[in-house]
């Protein structure tokens, strides 16, 4: 028939976020700044294509890719001003001390390559597969909901898109201690 299936291989990938990681062989959170654990995160490759047409033999003999975007979504358990900061303006001062999140932040408009976030999927079992990303532009997930109940946990939906970064890198995947820096 075919080969068994290895549970050891079977995992569930509970991890976190780093920003601004200087040093993935140091603990979490890495040399940059801890945001929180992290409940669901998903990793999507939207490939441009176009079928390339051969009318003698009426169907598609070729497909040219156009464009690769790297897209993530994650739901973020902790409310982590380090991560809310590039969706919400963060105003220091406040009468306890603690920082606030003030929207709206900035003008419709704005580009925002120039607030890209160098940012790290930790897994809390090293064995599991990490990812960074090294110009993340955050934003929040269109339907967003932050939860103020008392029976669930407080989460906060972001979605980034993937962008090169200055040596035009985009993301590596794969065991946290073979990830490049």
């Known amino acids: 028939m075919g080969t068994e299936i290895d549970l050891q291989k079977v ?3 509970r991890g976190r976020f780093a920003v601004g990681p200087t040093d993935l062989t140091a603990d979490f959170p890495h040399g940059g700044a801890g945001v929180g654990w992290v409940t669901d995160i998903v990793l999507r490759q939207v490939i441009g294509q176009v079928p390339i047409r051969a ?3 009426g169907e598609i003999v070729d497909v040219l890719t156009t464009e690769r975007q790297w897209i993530f979504a ?3 358990r902790e409310f982590d001003l ?3 900061d590039p969706i919400f303006t963060i105003n220091e001062g406040s009468t306890t001390g603690e920082d606030l999140a003030t929207y709206p932040g900035e003008r419709s408009g704005t580009l925002q390559a120039a607030n890209g976030l160098k940012l790290v999927f930790s897994p809390e079992d090293t064995k599991n597969p990490a990812a960074i ?3 993340a532009i955050l934003l929040p997930e269109e339907t ?3 939860n103020f109940r008392l029976n669930d946990d407080m989460t906060f939906g972001i979605v980034a898109y993937a962008i090169r970064d200055g040596s035009g ?3 590596q995947i794969g065991n946290l201690r073979d990830i490049v820096l």
């Open 11 to 13: 995992f569930r990938n």
């Open 55 to 57: 009318s003698e033999f």
């Open 74 to 76: 994650a739901t973020v």
């Open 82 to 84: 380090n991560l809310l």
């Open 133 to 135: 990303f090294y110009n």
């Open 144 to 146: 967003s909901v932050l």
């Open 169 to 171: 890198r985009v993301v």
